[in-house]
C-alpha cells in the first residue's frame, strides 16, 4: 500500500544517491516538483531515465546530479536545445555525462519488458541507424524461432525508482491520470520503487474516460504537490506555460544564469508542498 | 512573376500538406510536420488521421498543437492509447500510410540525421536532441514524406550519424535490413520539391516554387544535385491555404 | 473505412470457407449472432481461434463449421464441458477435430504479437508443462541475448478474419466497447479482415470510463445487431442469460438434440438483423 | 463432537477462504477459489485484493461472481485492462501474493491438470476445458493455493497430463524450470488441509475437519498419503463465515 507522505518525504525515503531514477510524462503531467526536490536534496552519481529528457532534466543535468542519461529525445519542444544537456555532452559541464541512448520505440519497449518482468523485449527498429552501428550493449539482434527473421532485442529497463505526476490519489493511495498517459504505467511497474506526486488526494477516485488507475500496492509513496508538473500541464487543472519553456532558452544558455536560477528558485525556495 | 505575398516557409508548408491525401493516416513528427499535417486537415484533407507518437489517434485539434503532447490532441482524439501500444499496434505492423517527418540533415539517399553534427558521436561538435519516435516512423510507415529547410548545412552528401534510413547507400538497402515500409518517396522544402530517382535512390529535383531556379537549389544543397526532366513549377498557395494556415499561426501565437 | 453493412452481408464478404477465424469476447460481448450467421451460411473447413471457446464454439464444431480449434480453455462456464466439442474429440463427430492448444498467456501474446507485426512474443510460461512437452509448432525456447535465460516464444497469431461484438459504432464506423473488453483489439488489429457486430450505431460516441475505440479505418465491416451476443452480456444493455447456459448443457450431450437446436434456432430463422 | 450443521462444501470454502491473509493480493482462478476468495474477503480479509484472469483488479462484489468475466467484476473494480496485459504486466512479473486455482486432477507434487484424462493427449478417455490461465498462475504468483475436492478419481499419484507445474517430481525442479513462484503450498479439499513435506515436496495431511479421520483421508487419495506429526484439526465454521457464504450462495441463485 502506498504512504502518503510529503514529497520531500517521499525523495527522502525512495531516492538515493547512484539511483537509477525514471521521472516519465511525454510533454504532459511531467514531475517537475518532484524533480526540483531532487536537486534540493543534493542526490547525486544519478543515472536518469527517461523518454524526452526536457527542461526538468536539464535542470538536474545541470544542478550535478546526473552521471548518465538514458534517453531518446532530449530537446526544449518547440524551442529548441535543452543547454546544460548539451553543456555537459560537449564539454562536460559540470562533469561528464554518460549517454545511454534509443529511439522512442526501444526506450517505451524496453519499459514493458521491465513492467513484465521479462530480461528483454523484441521489436523491428534500429535496423540501419548510428545507434545500432555504436554497438550499444542495450540492443542486440534476435532471430525468430520461427521464421528464421532477425528481429532486435533491447533490454529491460527496471529502474530503482520511477517518478511520475497525476492528476489525483485517494486516501487509500490509488493513482488515476488521464490525457495523454505515456509510459508511466509500465515506468511504475519496471520500477523497484515509485513516488508519484498529485495535483490532489481525493475521498474517491471517480472513473473517468480515458483514465489510467495505479492500485495503491502498486505504488511506494503518493505525495500531494497541487502544480507539481508547471510549467508542464496537467489536463482538467491547468495548460501548459509555453512561456516558461521560451524563458528557459536563454537561462540555461548561461551557465551564470543558471547557477543564479538554481540558487533562487531550487535552493532559495522551501519544498512548496509541506517540506519539513 | 509578381513578388509573392507569401513567405518560402508559408510555401513549404503549403506544398507539405499538398502531399497528403483525404483519408489516409499520418503518423506526423515533431516540428514542422505537425504544421502541414494540420493544415492539410484543415482543407484539402478533412478526413486525413493523425497520428501523434504521444499516443494520439484521430486528433482533430481546431488550432496548431504546440507540440506533439499538446492537451487539444488528447482532448480531440478518436482514442489516446499508451506510448508503447501506438509505437507496437499502430507503427510498426506497417498500418500508417504516411510517415510526415523532419529533419536537422539529409543525404542524397534521403537519410536523416538529429543526433549528432561534427566530431564524433562521443564527442560532438553539437548535439542534437536524438532520435525520438523518428527511426521506427522511417521504418515502418508506407511511404514516408520529410519537411525540411534546404540549406547547404542541412542538405549534406551524407548525413553525419544516421538516426533514420533513409535508402541507406541506395538500392537494396531497405531490403537488406528488412525495412517494411518504402522509404522517403518526397523532401519537401522552402525552394522546392525533392524525389527519389528510380534507378540510384538519389533524391532529384523534381519540383520549385514560383521564382525559385535550379541553381538556386544547387546552391543550397551539399551534393551534385540533378533535376528531373519533368522538373515542374509548384502552384503557389492559394488564398484558402494562406488564409487556414495564417489562421492557424495567428492562434499558436495567441 | 469500416462499410456499414448487414450481418449477413458481413459474414458473406469477410467469411470463407477455409478461412481462419477469430471470434473473441471474454465472457464478456461474445459474438453468438455472427457465430450463428457463419453456421447458417454453411462454412467449411475453418480454423476457429478463440482463447475462450464456449457455446458458439460448440455449435460451430457441431455443426460440421469447423476443422481445427486454436484455444486455451474449452468449457461451459460454471456448468461443465463442451459436448458438442467433447465429441468432436473424443468421437470425431461430425468430423475430426484437429487442435492447437495454448495457456491464456501464449494465447493473448500471440495476439499482441500478430497486431504488432512481429512473428513471435516471449514469455515466461508452457516451462515443465504437459504443452510444452507435446512439442507445439506454434511454442520454441528462446534464449534472452543479454542474461542467456531461456525463456519462451510462441508464433504470432494473424487470422483471416476477426470478428467481435461492441456496444457502439457511430455512423462512420468507429467502434467503442467498454467494460471487460478481452482481447478483442489485438484480435481485430491482428487479423486481415474483421466484422464488428454492434448493439447500435450512433451519431456520435460519447467518451466513457474504461471504453476502448476501434478506429474505422481499423475494421472491415459493422453489422448492427440488437442483442448480438445474447446469451452472453453486453454491459449497460443486458446481462447474462445465465439460465441459458444450463438449458444448452442436455441439448449438447445428445447428438439429435443438438440436430434439432440448429434445425429451430439455426437454420430455421432468418438472420435476424436485416439479412437478405 | 455434535453433528456439524454444514456440509463438507461448505467446510472446504471457509477453510481456504481462511487462507487468505488480509491486504494481499490473489490471481483468482475459474471455479471454487473465486467463492472462497470472495467469502475471504467478505468476513476477515475486507482489503484482500481480487485479480482476475479478465482483466479486472481490486473487483469488490457484493454478491457471488457467475464466472470469471461476470460484470460486475468490471463494474467494482479498481482498474480493468486487457486480457494481455493481466497476464504480461500483472500475473508474470511475480507481484501477485497468492495465485488460487482449481484442479480436475491433483498429484502428490501438486500438479494439476485441467486437460485430458485416460488415454494419450491426442485420443483421450476424457477431454478437460484445458489450461485457461493456470500454468502461468501456477508458475508466477508468490505462492499457490489449490481448493480442489478429495477424492480417488482427482487424488492420483501422478497426474495424466502436466497443466500447471506444482513441485514436477520433486526437489529442484522449479528452479530447473524457472518458475520464479514457491509454487503450491497448501491444498484444500472437503476433508482437510494438505502441504507439502518440506524435504520431498510430497503433500501430507496437515489439517482435518472435524469429524474425519487420516483414514478417511487415505481412503480418497491415489497416492500412499503421510500424516504430518503436527497434525491439526480445523476449528468448523463459524456463524459469521457460514452466515456469509450462505448469504453469497443465496444471491447466486437468485
Known amino acids: 500500500m502506498a504512504e502518503i507522505v510529503s514529497l520531500a518525504e517521499a525523495v527522502a525515503l525512495a531516492v538515493r544517491d547512484g539511483d537509477t531514477v525514471a521521472m516519465e510524462g511525454f510533454t504532459h503531467l511531467i514531475p517537475f516538483a518532484a524533480g526540483h526536490e531532487v536537486i534540493r536534496q543534493r542526490r547525486r552519481d544519478l543515472t536518469l531515465v527517461r523518454m524526452t529528457p526536457d527542461l526538468i532534466y536539464d535542470q538536474l543535468i545541470g544542478a550535478g546530479c546526473v552521471r548518465k542519461l538514458v534517453f531518446s529525445w532530449g530537446g526544449n519542444p518547440g524551442v529548441g536545445s535543452l543547454h546544460r544537456f548539451r553543456d555537459a555532452v560537449e564539454h562536460s559541464w559540470p562533469g561528464p555525462l554518460e549517454l545511454e541512448e534509443h529511439s522512442h520505440a526501444g526506450m517505451a519497449n524496453r519499459y514493458v519488458a521491465g513492467a513484465s518482468g521479462l530480461p528483454f523485449a523484441v521489436l523491428r527498429g534500429y535496423a540501419g541507424t548510428g545507434l545500432m552501428a555504436e554497438g550499444m550493449a542495450s540492443v542486440r539482434p534476435i532471430t525468430c524461432p520461427f521464421t528464421g527473421e532477425i528481429l532486435t532485442a533491447v533490454s529491460a529497463l527496471n529502474p530503482d525508482v520511477a517518478i511520475v505526476h497525476a492528476q489525483r490519489a485517494d486516501t487509500s493511495g490509488n493513482v488515476q491520470l488521464w490525457g495523454i498517459t505515456g509510459v508511466q504505467k509500465e515506468a511504475v511497474l519496471a520500477a523497484e520503487r515509485s513516488i508519484v506526486t498529485v495535483e490532489e488526494v481525493v475521498p474517491h477516485l471517480d472513473p473517468r474516460p480515458g483514465s489510467v488507475v495505479l492500485p495503491s500496492w502498486t505504488v511506494s509513496y503518493v505525495a500531494e504537490a497541487a502544480g507539481g508538473s508547471r510549467p508542464s500541464y496537467a489536463l482538467g487543472y491547468y495548460e501548459r506555460d509555453n512561456d516558461y519553456y521560451v524563458a528557459w532558452d536563454p537561462i540555461a544558455r548561461d551557465r551564470d544564469a543558471f547557477r543564479r536560477w538554481l540558487d533562487t528558485e531550487i535552493f532559495g525556495m522551501a519544498e512548496t508542498m509541506g517540506g519539513r | ?254
Not at chain 2, 492539410?40 to 482533430?60: D, F, N, Q
Not at chain 2, 566530431?119 to 514524406?145: F, H, M, N, Q, W
Not at chain 2, 530517382?197 to 532529384?204: C, R, W
Request: hydrophobic fraction near 40%; include cysteine.
Open chain 2, 1 to 254: 512573376m509578381p513578388v509573392p505575398d507569401y513567405s518560402s516557409d508559408e510555401m513549404m508548408t503549403v506544398s507539405a500538406a499538398r502531399a497528403l491525401r483525404d483519408g489516409i493516416t499520418c503518423f506526423v513528427g515533431i516540428g514542422l510536420p505537425s504544421a502541414a499535417a494540420n493544415l492539410a486537415r484543415a482543407t484539402h484533407a478533412p478526413r486525413l488521421v493523425l497520428i501523434y507518437e504521444s499516443g494520439t489517434i484521430g486528433a482533430k485539434p481546431d488550432r496548431l498543437p504546440l507540440s506533439i503532447g499538446d492537451g487539444i490532441l488528447a482532448e480531440t482524439a478518436d482514442a489516446v492509447v499508451s506510448v508503447p501500444e501506438i509505437f507496437n499496434y499502430w507503427l510498426q505492423p506497417g498500418r500508417i500510410d504516411v510517415g510526415f517527418l523532419g529533419a536537422a540533415q539529409i543525404d542524397k539517399f534521403g537519410n536523416i540525421n538529429t543526433t549528432v553534427i561534427g566530431g564524433d558521436y562521443a564527442a560532438p561538435k553539437t548535439r542534437l536532441p536524438g532520435s525520438g519516435g523518428a527511426p521506427e516512423i522511417a521504418a515502418s510507415c508506407r511511404e514516408v514524406i520529410v519537411v525540411v529547410r534546404q540549406t547547404l548545412r542541412s542538405f549534406v552528401e551524407r548525413v553525419d550519424f544516421v538516426t533514420s534510413v533513409g535508402y541507406g547507400s541506395g538500392p537494396g538497402t531497405r531490403q537488406r535490413l528488412g525495412l517494411t515500409g518504402a522509404g522517403p518517396l518526397k523532401i519537401i522544402t522552402d525552394l522546392g520539391v525533392l524525389e527519389p530517382d528510380p534507378a540510384t535512390q538519389e533524391f532529384v529535383l523534381t519540383g520549385l516554387y514560383p521564382g525559385v531556379s535550379v541553381e538556386d537549389a544547387r546552391a543550397r544543397t551539399g551534393w551534385d544535385l540533378a533535376a528531373a526532366a519533368e522538373l515542374h513549377t509548384v502552384d503557389p498557395p492559394s488564398a484558402a491555404e494562406l488564409t487556414a494556415l495564417r489562421g492557424f499561426t495567428a492562434s499558436a501565437k495567441e
